[in-house]
């Protein structure tokens, strides 16, 4: 009895432990600066608490265990050194719709087990797994359809007539399903719940637009953190309760910041849908006047001020290292030179953070939204790559279009601006953008890291 307790208790300290690290982590998370070391401490946090639920009284099928961590890690290892920075979102969406269903099918052994042994659950548990099994299936689904989209597999958005009411009329389904399978423990019913649960995923994100995405992606991201959290209580683990409210307190906290960048309640990004044909706001204004590189290379080389604007575009043509040597000799010829984030640009939250960073653009050249956008008017050229909704006048000047009331990066207050752009066409929302038609813009055409290079030549040539 001695023996056991004192294993009980090293288990409880080292969930502490790692719950400690976790927050740490996290918190370290939240600063560019710190965030590759946060997820160091993240991490050893989460091997702590693996290693220390092998030790739980009662632990079963050790082999089979270690054989799945073993080769996940391997190719989470393989994958996470392969994949391409434009890539990342895709490979965030696709672990934290794992993260889900693993959660959601823990909840259902569970209430398998209840169903058809003598193993007993609480009233409290029994609700804690079927909300756990509900939450959790929504994110494996909608994260997998995230995924398709983000990789092209599937058409940015597809509705059909009604489609709100029906989603709506299923949702209701499925929860009635989950209140029968709580008074009615039957395996059939349980399966129902489940695939139930899935579907309504899919449904809802089948007709999201991308230009949502980073705001779904924070929450699934939140619908994982307390899918596990809640399958945590039913199994007793400290660990799962507590990493779990973690993940899913910083999701709803990131959902809510995300779709407050946008001036969209979560119900629009949900319901409402983003562009997707979207005709040009109020025509197109003129024409898209298309500049050299030399030429372009000459406006920014004899500027005071220049503020880069990054965007998915610039992610696709892995431009950021050739972005990053036009910057330093753009400050080597005196130039005051600023990057501009806007909290919604690319294809996930922070992802032009991430790309900037693994260029090795320092810290402080990189400004938010609200710092930047006051001083576009003493900027001299504004350079925009591949970015194009969050720099569009419409949002402010159009009350017409579907992106209306959007905070943007109010580029087009600068002397001049420059677009590297690959065509003419419209952006990941399918809004046509009249920044591109305005007197003091210029379209250097063609993709990013061609662009930029051009610019570099052009650059060396002065």
């Not at 073993?70 to 979102?89: F, H, N, R």
């Not at 705001?215 to 307390?226: E, H, P, R």
């Not at 350079?383 to 909704?389: K, M």
């Amino acid at each position: 009895m001695g023996g056991f307790f004192s294993m009980s208790l090293l288990i409880k300290v080292s969930y502490f432990v790692a719950a400690v690290l976790f927050i740490v982590g996290l918190r370290r998370m939240s600063a560019p600066a710190t965030a590759r070391g946060g997820i160091v401490w993240a991490g050893v946090g989460m091997v702590i608490a693996t290693l220390a639920t092998f030790g739980t009284d009662g632990m079963h099928n050790q082999v089979l265990i270690i054989s799945a961590l073993a080769s996940a890690t391997v190719l989470a290892w393989i994958s996470g050194k392969k994949v391409a920075m434009t890539d990342m979102p895709q490979m965030v969406a696709l672990y934290n719709g794992m993260g889900g269903g693993s959660a959601a099918f823990i909840g259902a052994m569970e209430l398998f087990k209840a169903a058809n042994t003598a193993h007993s659950m609480s009233p409290v548990a029994t609700t804690l797994a079927l909300v756990g099994v509900f939450i959790g299936g929504i994110s494996l689904s909608g994260s997998l359809i995230a995924f398709g989209k983000l990789q092209g597999l599937i058409d940015k958005r597809y509705t059909f007539p009604g489609q709100n009411i029906f989603n709506a009329l299923f949702a209701i389904a499925v929860i009635a399903a989950g209140v029968y399978t709580y008074m009615h423990m039957e395996t059939m019913n349980i399966w129902i719940f489940f695939g139930g649960a899935l579907v309504l995923g899919i449904l809802m994100t089948m007709p999201i637009g991308g230009a949502d995405m980073p705001v779904v992606i924070s929450l699934y991201n939140a619908f994982t953190g307390l899918a596990v959290s809640f399958e945590g209580y039913v199994l007793q683990n400290e660990a799962m309760i507590i990493a779990g409210m973690l993940v899913g307190a910083a999701g709803t906290l990131l959902t809510q910041l995300m779709a407050k960048a946008m001036n969209r309640s979560l119900g629009n990004v949900l319901f409402g849908s983003m562009g997707g044909g979207e005709s040009a706001s109020g025509g197109e204004q003129g024409e898209m006047k298309e500049v050299e590189g030399a030429d372009a290379a000459i406006m920014m080389a004899y500027s005071e001020r220049v503020i880069i604007v990054p965007g998915y575009g610039l992610a696709v043509a892995q431009a950021q290292h050739k972005l990053w040597e036009l910057t330093q000799m753009l400050t080597n010829n005196g130039v005051d030179v600023k990057f501009a984030i806007h909290p919604v640009a690319g294809r996930m939250p922070g992802h032009m953070n991430v790309l900037l960073a693994e260029a090795g653009v320092p810290y402080d050249m990189i400004e938010d939204m609200e710092d930047i956008n006051p001083q576009f008017n003493q900027a001299d050229v504004a350079l925009v790559i591949g970015a194009n909704d969050v720099v569009n006048p419409a949002a402010r000047d159009d009350p017409g279009s579907s992106i209306y009331g959007m905070p943007i990066l109010e580029v087009d207050n600068s002397k001049n601006v420059i677009v590297i752009k690959r065509g003419r066409g419209t952006g990941f929302a399918g809004i046509q953008n009249g920044l591109f038609f305005k007197d003091n813009t210029k379209m250097l055409f063609g993709d990013a890291q061609e662009a930029v290079s051009e610019l570099i030549q052009g650059m060396k040539e002065l």
